[in-house]
């Protein structure tokens, strides 16, 4: 049986509060989730739903994990914030890859720290 996960990036750079990461890092993994076969989710939730949050440094590292994702067939969201509270309309804040079989999410973000 494969292993499944989530792994979502955020930016350090933008130092942002607890709560804003928090929502910032929920509206990608939801959008990952809305995007990917029903079939993925279904053994990704029956085995509890593994979501791994890791760093990036700043946007062009969040752009280039973003893209080698799309770039070897994973399901990708890129979160861009509206720009209401903490920072700038338009800003990207992070982004979420998968789920999907660990492995195949492991060979592009393998050597990311945890948050």
Do not use: N
């Amino acid at each position: 049986m494969s292993e499944y996960k989530q792994v979502i990036l955020v930016r350090q750079d933008l130092k942002l509060p607890k709560g804003k990461l928090a929502a910032q890092a929920a509206h990608a993994s939801v959008e990952a989730v809305l995007k990917s076969d029903a079939s993925i989710v279904k053994a990704w939730r029956k085995i509890g739903m593994a979501k791994i949050v890791v760093k990036v440094a700043d946007e062009k590292e969040l752009i280039k994990y973003f893209q080698k994702a799309k770039d070897e067939g994973l399901v990708a969201s890129l979160i861009t914030d509206a720009g209401r509270t903490v920072v700038e309309p338009g800003t990207r804040t992070c982004a979420a890859i998968g789920p999907d079989e660990e492995e195949k999410i492991d060979l592009i973000t393998k050597d990311l720290s945890l948050l």
